[in-house]
């Protein structure tokens, strides 16, 4: 996928993760493109699949991120967690049920051409995005 941010355009790994419950971006990957993050007043608990808690996830957050898969626009708020090296973001369960993907099972081509994206997930249609409000501190985490 494309992470857009501004003009600037960031190819980035993305994993469908059927067992995760949040959009995820990695640490590293907010660190290289200078996220504004911010920090939640209480650490979020976020476990890894066998139900440990991810040390260093739950702390910050980010705004609402464009990603782009071809014609495919979704904006999303992601918690900011430490990550494999091979993957940049992590989206849950209740994303891939609302953007159901075809083609996964019968060719290695992803694409998301369902009659709700096709419809509402384009360029300018695509203006929803999940949104909590947290009083927070914009933090820098370059330091």
């Known amino acids: 996928m494309i992470l857009h941010q501004g003009q600037d355009r960031h190819p980035v790994t993305v994993?469908?993760?059927?067992?995760?419950?949040?959009?995820?971006?990695?640490?590293?990957?907010?660190?290289?493109?200078?996220?504004?993050l911010f920090k939640h007043e209480e650490q979020r608990l976020i476990e890894n699949f066998i139900g440990e808690t991810v040390k260093g996830?739950?702390?910050?957050?980010?705004?609402?991120?464009?990603?782009?898969?071809?014609?495919?626009?979704?904006?999303?708020?992601?918690?900011v967690a430490p990550m494999d090296k091979e993957i940049d973001i992590f989206l849950p369960f209740w994303w891939i049920t609302k953007h159901p993907p075809q083609g996964?099972?019968?060719?290695?081509?992803?694409?998301?051409?369902?009659?709700?994206?096709?419809?509402?997930?384009?360029?300018?249609?695509?203006?929803?995005?999940?949104?909590?409000?947290d009083p927070s501190v914009v933090t820098d985490l370059s330091a």
Not at 15 to 36: F, H, N, W, Y
Not at 69 to 74: E, G, N
Not at 107 to 129: A, M
């Open 104 to 133: 996964t099972w019968t060719t290695y081509e992803v694409r998301f051409d369902s009659t709700r994206c096709l419809k509402q997930c384009t360029k300018y249609e695509s203006n929803e995005f999940s949104l909590t409000w």
């Open 57 to 79: 996830a739950g702390e910050f957050y980010t705004n609402p991120l464009m990603l782009q898969h071809w014609r495919h626009f979704t904006w999303e708020v992601m918690e």
């Open 15 to 36: 994993l469908l993760d059927t067992g995760c419950s949040v959009p995820l971006i990695s640490e590293r990957m907010a660190k290289r493109l200078q996220l504004r």
